[in-house]
């Protein structure tokens, strides 16, 4: 079976749920699933129950840098770095392992601000193994990454509680 691209993308809740949810069916049928994480703090409640999850290896960044929008010229120097040597990580257990899914979380971001070196991953993406599943997620998708997707889907915020003042809470948005 030939693996396709999917981009999740959108200001809405929900992307990187969705990608997960896609780890779980995908598991669930016997593939083999690496969920990798970009510029999040690795604090996400939902990263200890994949870990559970046979046929699933979750890797996260050692290094995390805040919002990647508000970084100083130095700051994104030294993320570009960190998370260009993470993504070559990434790619190279898809390259010596089988998996059947990817997910690249929060990639896009990690594309838009230039903190990943974007040549690598077009590449990737043009020569991928025929039959990887790969999932990115994040906003705002550049042209050249919606080129390669087979799909995108768009979550939409019409209403959150952070614009009222409310927090992310533990188990529900982290």
């Known amino acids: 079976m030939r693996g396709l691209v999917h981009i999740y993308s959108g200001d809405g809740k929900g992307k990187t749920t969705a990608s997960i949810g896609l780890c779980i069916r995908c598991a ?3 593939g083999n699933v690496l969920f990798s994480q970009f510029v999040k703090n690795n604090q996400s409640s939902e990263l ?3 870990k559970q999850i046979p046929n699933t290896q979750v890797i996260t960044c050692d290094k995390t840098f805040g919002f990647i929008s508000r970084l100083s010229e130095v700051e994104r120097f030294e993320a570009k770095k960190v998370y260009s040597d993470y993504l070559e990580y990434v790619l190279e257990q898809v390259r010596t392992k089988n998996f059947r899914m ?3 979380d929060e990639i896009i971001g990690a594309y838009n601000y230039e903190v990943i070196d974007r040549q690598t991953l ?7 193994p ?3 599943e790969v999932i990115m997620t994040g906003r705002n998708p550049s042209l050249e990454l919606i080129e390669l997707a087979d799909y995108i889907s ?3 915020k019409v209403k959150h509680p952070f614009d009222h003042g ?3 809470r533990i188990g529900i948005e982290k």
């Not at 077009?122 to 991928?128: E, S, V, Y």
């Open 154 to 156: 768009e979550v939409k």
């Open 166 to 168: 409310v927090s992310a």
């Open 28 to 30: 669930g049928s016997g």
């Open 122 to 128: 077009i590449d990737f993406l043009k020569n991928k």
């Open 130 to 132: 025929e039959s990887l």
């Open 102 to 104: 990817l997910v690249l």
């Open 48 to 50: 200890n129950i994949l």
